[in-house]
């Protein structure tokens, strides 16, 4: 069986973080593992409260997976701070893992920071270098791209400065852009564009969509081997 690990959060109401990973994980038949690394205290209300993990003990959980266990492919979720950030960097570099799947979180749907502002530098410099793929929701986007986003021809333009910075592939995620009744994703590998779009389910019930499709996109790479080296 594959194994997929989660680095993320702990989300006590079970809709996001590393429980909707491992739901993920498991109805797509791969073996989940995960890494904390922070408690949130949620429920469909808000956030009410966020208590990071010391680096050291992400490291460890990492560690110990990679040495024993092993990893097939993984994402990364919440991760709060930049000495996070720059731990699980060191170990997806230690480890040469490859099918790496950020979601670079920033703030949780009812508005609670998850990712310190200071912190956004980290994520750049640090974990997108070595991202297989990146899968921000558009605010994500206009964070890390210092654009805003209006347009399908202003996604392109993100994908392209996301991939400056070192992401193999990118998905900017439509959820957000509520003036359609489509639900569109672009896909860019530094080559071509593709869009995706589904019918807008009419609803305030999404919290936790990025964690789950990120998650699924984790198990499918899982269970594949990366051959094209366009990609790689
Ligand atoms: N109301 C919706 N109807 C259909 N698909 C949605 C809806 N909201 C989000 N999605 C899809 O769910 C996935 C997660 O997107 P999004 O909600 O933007 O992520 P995030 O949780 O990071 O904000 C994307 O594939 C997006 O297109
Ligand atoms: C622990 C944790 N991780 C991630 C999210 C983001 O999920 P969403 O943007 O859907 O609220 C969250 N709310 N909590």
């Not at 979720?77 to 920033?106: C, H, Q, S, Y």
């Not at 569109?184 to 564009?193: E, K, Q, S």
Request: a negative charge; aromatic letters at 6%.
């Amino acid at each position: 069986m594959e194994k997929a690990l989660t680095i993320a959060g702990s989300d006590s109401g079970g809709g996001a973080g590393i429980q909707a990973d491992l739901k993920t994980f498991q109805e797509l038949k791969v073996f989940g593992m995960s890494a904390l690394t922070a408690v949130t205290a949620q429920n469909t209300l808000g956030v009410q409260g966020v208590f990071p993990m010391e680096a050291e003990v992400v490291a460890e959980q990492i560690q110990s997976v990679g040495e024993d266990i092993g990893v097939d492919a993984l994402k990364t979720g919440m991760l709060f701070n930049a000495e996070i950030i720059e731990t699980v960097a060191e170990k997806i570099k230690r480890f040469a893992w490859d099918k790496v799947v950020v979601d670079p979180v920033m703030i949780a749907k009812g508005g609670a920071p998850l990712l310190q502002q200071e912190a956004v530098s980290a994520l750049k410099n640090h974990l997108l270098p070595l991202c297989f793929v990146i899968t921000p929701n558009i605010p994500e986007a206009e964070v890390l791209t210092r654009m805003t986003i209006h347009s399908p021809d202003d996604k392109k333009e993100a994908a392209r400065r996301i991939h400056a910075l070192g992401a193999k592939n990118i998905v900017i995620k439509g959820g957000h852009d509520v003036n359609t009744n489509e639900a569109v994703d672009l896909l860019f590998n530094g080559a071509d564009f593709e869009f995706f779009s589904v019918p807008r389910i009419e609803t305030k019930n999404t919290h936790g969509t990025g964690c789950t499709f990120s998650a699924a996109i984790t198990a499918q790479l899982a269970k594949v081997y990366l051959y094209m080296t366009r990609y790689l």
